[in-house]
C-alpha cells in the first residue's frame, strides 16, 4: 500500500494500516508540504484516481484518506482512524456495492 501511495506522492510522510488484516480496508496518512493551501478533496482525488481499478474490483474496499500538510500533522496527532465496522458510535454513510455475478 505505502509504495502505491508513494507513486502519488513521492516525497511524502506515509502511514499505511490495514484495518482489518485482510488488506481491503485501510487507513492511510499523507503529509506533505504541497498541500498548503489545497482544499482536501483535491489533495486525495490523485490517490483515488491511482487506485479507482481496485476500488471497482473490489480489492481494496475502503480508503480512510487523511492528507495534511505538517502543520495540520502536528495539530492532529492521535486522531484516530475510522473504522466503520467497529465502531458502535459510527455516524455516516457506508456504501455497498452490488455484487457482479
Known sequence: MEAEVRAVY??????CTDLTGNGDHWFVKVVDPS???MRPLPRQRPILSHFKQH????V???????CWTPEQAAEK???QSFHP???D???????R?????
Do not use: T
Request: hydrophobic share 30%; proline share 5%; no cysteine.
Open 77 to 79: 496527532e492521535g486522531d
Open 89 to 95: 458510535d459510527f455516524v455516516g454513510i457506508h456504501v
Open 55 to 58: 476500488i471497482q474490483s473490489n
Open 97 to 101: 456495492r452490488p455484487s457482479k455475478e
Open 85 to 87: 465496522h467497529q465502531q
Open 60 to 66: 481494496v474496499h475502503a480508503l480512510d484518506l487523511k
Open 10 to 15: 513521492p516525497d511524502a510522510e506515509i502511514e
Open 35 to 37: 498541500f498548503e493551501g
